[in-house]
C-alpha cells in the first residue's frame, strides 16, 4: 500500500465532515429495539473508532481482519487461546522476552508445548515440527538480534503439517513486509513501536488471513475483553498516516549507524538485515521489499554487562528506554532490560550476549546520531577502568 493509499484509507467522518475519524469515548450505545442497533451495542465488542482502526490495519496488511489490543502481549494471548492442552508451539530461539515469559510460564502449565529453534535455517523447522505441532511462531526480524527468516518457507512447512504459521511483524512493519502475502496466517504487531511511533501509547494489533480466522479471533477478543480503548485507537490511526514516512528515514539512518559500527575497534559484531554479510541479507532483500528496518544490534569486543552499561549511560540523543519504534531514537540493553525474563544460558544461545546493545533509530539527522555513538565511544574509553579493547 502506498504511502498516498494509507492516508487516504482513513476515512473522515461522514456525519460532520471531520477530516480526523472522531473518538467514540462511550461505553454503550442506544438500541432502537432489543438486538436492534447501528452496528454497536457495547464498547468491549465493538467502537466505531477501533472498527476504524482495525480496518486499517488489515487493509495494510492484505489481510481479512483486524483487531485491536489494550498491549502487544494481549495480542499475542488472543492468539494462543486458539491451542488446547497437548498442542505444541515452535518458536524462534531469539524470541521477545515478554512472549517468552508468556508461553514459558502461563501457557505451558496448561499443557503447551514449547520447543525453540532457530528458524534462520529451513531444515531446523523441517525437523522440529511433530504432528502435534498447531502453531509456529516466528519474528522476521527477531528482537534483538535481527534473525531473518525465510517467511515463504516456513509457510510451506505449516501448510504440510496442517499448523497455523504466525508473524510478528513488529520491526519490518506494513511498510516492508506483508506476511500473509508470503504465506503466513496470522500477522501480529506491537502497535506500541512503528505503527504508533511516538512513544505515547501501547497496542497490539492482529491481523488475519482467513474468515474463519477473523471470526474465532474476534470471539476471543470479545470472550477475553483486552480490548484497546477509543483514546488509543485515535492515537495509532494517527500514527498509521505517518507510518510509511517515518519508516523509511528510520531504516536510513540504522543503515548509516550500521555502518559506522561495523568498523568500529571497539565492536565486536553487528546485527542488522541490510549489511551485506548478514546470514540472510538476500532473504531480508527480496521478503522486506529492500527496507531493512531502523533498529540495529551490536557487541562489544569487551563482552560483559559493565561494559554495556558504560555505553548505554554514555549517550545524549539516544535514551536509555525500554521500546523502539518512536521518533526519538532509543537504546536498551536486552540482557538486563527487555529479555531479562529469558534465563541467560538460553539467551546465549539465542545470541544474545552479555553485551549486545540494541538501538532504535529514529527521525533525527543520521550525523548526530553517529556523533552521539562516536563520542560516547570515547567517553567510555576515557574511563581508567575500562577498557573495550
Known sequence: MSATKIIHAVPSDPLTGAISVPVYQTSTFIQEAPGVNKGFDYARSNNPTRKVLEDLVASLENGHGGFAFATGLAAI??????????????????????????????YQKLGITVTYVDTTEIENVAKAVTSKTKLIWIESPTNPT?????????????????????????????IAQKPLDLGADIVIHSGTKYIGGHSDLVAGLVITKTQELSERIKFIQNASGGVLGPWDCFLTIRGIETL?????????????????????????????????????????????????GGVVSFSLKKDDQESANQFVTATKYFKLAESLGGVKSLLCHPAQMTHASIPREKRLQAGIKDSLIRLSCGIEEVEDLVNDLKQAFEKVERAKELSFI
Open 146 to 174: 535481527l534473525k531473518v527468516s525465510d517467511i515463504q518457507g516456513i509457510a510451506q512447512i505449516a501448510q504440510s503439517i496442517g499448523a497455523l504459521l504466525v508473524v510478528d511483524n513488529t520491526f519490518a512493519s506494513p
Open 77 to 106: 494471548d488472543a492468539v494462543l487461546k486458539q491451542l488446547s492442552s497437548g498442542d505444541e508451539i515452535l518458536a524462534v530461539d531469539d524470541i521477545y522476552g515478554g512472549a517468552y515469559r508468556l508461553f514459558t510460564h502461563v
Open 244 to 292: 510509511d514516512l517515518r519508516y523509511r528515514k528510520q531504516c536510513e539512518n540504522a543503515m548509516e549507524v550500521a555502518l559506522y559500527l561495523a568498523q568500529h575497534k571497539a565492536v565486536a559484531e553487528v546485527f542488522y538485515p541490510g549489511l551485506k554479510d548478514h546470514k540472510n541479507h538476500e532473504i531480508a532483500k527480496r521478503q522486506q521489499n529492500g527496507l531493512f
